[in-house]
């Protein structure tokens, strides 16, 4: 095969494949089965290594893993990672809005709801539609480099379709599911088994080996989206725009216009929480209209457009007889 054959058939290779992993990863919707994509990721690897001048960085190939760091590089981040108030009552929301009323003017204020993951904040910076930088929150002002293990998680593509230097965060977790399936090897193996699902992704995330990153399904949800050079004007648009690159979104995300929407959404999600397939510790809810959040403005750790709503810890049912077994 001459080279420029396997331009044409890398390219073609690499579309499909990027539409496929969309589909499965991303929108829980594959269009062909496992076999297809198989086979077809074996040839763009078979290619490859013929024409390796041919790789290029956000060639899905480059997710497989195999890059064993010695430690990760401190990275300082362009806007400070910000943390949360946290809130554990109705009443404590309704004081909240009323803080918040006091600048909009208003107590009907328009909020996203959106579930608070119980994994590990990280920051995906895109540049030249590649990503550049996966990068966790650390103290929020610096945090580490883990850009090799973040490129091996399957719903975050290597590539997006705009130029524009753009920051997209959001919560990378391990389904209850997988945290399942490796405590399960881990207890074969005779190794410490993880305390839960955040400490295992956790623990991922940071291993120096990706290799090991990849053989562990991590995942992620995305919610927060930055671009200097058009940004977007409510939060729930910009959850949207980060769907629309071909991030995955969490699709429990709504809008909120009353207080009665909210203490709605509060008592569905408190049942809820235990069917869904991820941890969560609470609900987050943000001023929906950006120009409203900087007139609401922060604290230094905290924006005060936002507040989480968390759950009360679970309370995990132990049997008397589990702990006094002779009553
Ligand atoms: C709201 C925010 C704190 C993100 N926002 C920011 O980090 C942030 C950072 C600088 C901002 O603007 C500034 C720029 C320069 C200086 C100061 C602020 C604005 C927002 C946050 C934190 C944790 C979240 C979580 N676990 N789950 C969900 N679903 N949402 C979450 N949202």
Request: aromatic share 10%; proline share 3%; with cysteine.
């Given at each position: 095969?001459?080279?420029?054959?396997?331009?044409?058939?890398?390219?073609?290779?690499?579309?499909?494949?990027?539409?496929?992993?969309?589909?499965?990863?991303?929108?829980?919707?594959?269009?062909?089965?496992?076999?297809?994509?198989?086979?077809?990721?074996?040839?763009?690897?078979?290619?490859?290594?013929?024409?390796?001048?041919?790789?290029?960085?956000?060639?899905?190939?480059?997710?497989?893993?195999?890059?064993?760091?010695?430690?990760?590089?401190?990275?300082?981040?362009?806007?400070?990672?910000?943390?949360?108030?946290?809130?554990?009552?109705?009443?404590?929301?309704?004081?909240?809005?009323k803080q918040v009323a006091?600048?909009?003017?208003?107590?009907?204020?328009?909020?996203?709801?959106?579930?608070?993951?119980?994994?590990?904040?990280?920051?995906?910076?895109?540049?030249?539609?590649?990503?550049?930088?996966?990068?966790?929150?650390?103290?929020?002002?610096?945090?580490?480099?883990?850009?090799?293990?973040?490129?091996?998680?399957?719903?975050?593509?290597?590539?997006?379709?705009?130029?524009?230097?753009?920051?997209?965060?959001?919560?990378?977790?391990?389904?209850?599911?997988?945290?399942?399936?490796?405590?399960?090897?881990?207890?074969?193996?005779?190794?410490?088994l993880f305390a839960n699902?955040?400490?295992?992704?956790?623990?991922?995330?940071?291993?120096?080996?990706?290799?090991?990153?990849?053989?562990?399904?991590?995942?992620?949800?995305?919610?927060?989206?930055?671009?200097?050079?058009?940004?977007?004007?409510?939060?729930?648009?910009?959850?949207?725009?980060?769907?629309?690159?071909?991030?995955?979104?969490?699709?429990?995300?709504?809008?909120?216009?009353?207080?009665?929407?909210?203490?709605?959404?509060?008592?569905?999600?408190?049942?809820?929480?235990?069917?869904?397939?991820?941890?969560?510790?609470?609900?987050?809810?943000?001023?929906?209209?950006?120009?409203?959040?900087?007139?609401?403005?922060?604290?230094?750790?905290?924006?005060?457009?936002?507040?989480?709503?968390?759950?009360?810890?679970?309370?995990?049912?132990?049997?008397?007889?589990?702990?006094?077994?002779?009553?």
């Amino acid at each position: 095969m001459t080279k420029e054959q396997a331009i044409i058939l890398i390219n073609d290779l690499r579309k499909k494949l990027n539409k496929w992993a969309k589909e499965y990863y991303v929108l829980d919707n594959p269009s062909v089965d496992d076999t297809e994509y198989d086979q077809a990721i074996h040839q763009l690897i078979d290619l490859e290594t013929q024409f390796p001048e041919l790789i290029t960085s956000d060639s899905i190939t480059q997710k497989v893993g195999g890059i064993v760091s010695d430690k990760f590089e401190k990275y300082t981040h362009k806007y400070p990672m910000l943390s949360l108030g946290d809130i554990f009552s109705w009443d404590e929301f309704l004081n909240f809005n009323k803080q918040v009323a006091k600048i909009t003017g208003t107590k009907d204020n328009e909020y996203t709801a959106e579930l608070k993951i119980d994994g590990l904040s990280i920051s995906l910076i895109y540049k030249n539609n590649v990503l550049q930088n996966g990068v966790t929150r650390g103290d929020g002002k610096v945090g580490e480099s883990v850009t090799t293990n973040v490129k091996t998680i399957k719903s975050i593509p290597l590539s997006i379709p705009v130029k524009d230097e753009i920051e997209i965060r959001g919560e990378v977790f391990l389904s209850k599911t997988e945290f399942a399936k490796i405590n399960e090897e881990r207890l074969i193996n005779g190794e410490q088994l993880f305390a839960n699902p955040r400490n295992a992704a956790a623990g991922t995330l940071r291993q120096l080996d990706s290799k090991i990153v990849a053989s562990r399904n991590l995942d992620a949800y995305l919610y927060y989206y930055f671009n200097e050079t058009n940004p977007i004007n409510t939060q729930f648009e910009s959850i949207n725009q980060i769907k629309q690159l071909g991030l995955k979104v969490n699709p429990e995300t709504k809008i909120c216009k009353s207080l009665d929407e909210i203490k709605a959404y509060i008592e569905y999600y408190t049942e809820k929480r235990n069917e869904l397939d991820y941890e969560i510790d609470g609900i987050v809810f943000k001023l929906n209209d950006k120009n409203l959040q900087e007139e609401v403005g922060y604290t230094a750790k905290t924006p005060k457009w936002a507040i989480a709503y968390k759950f009360s810890a679970e309370v995990k049912e132990t049997k008397l007889l589990d702990i006094f077994p002779t009553v």
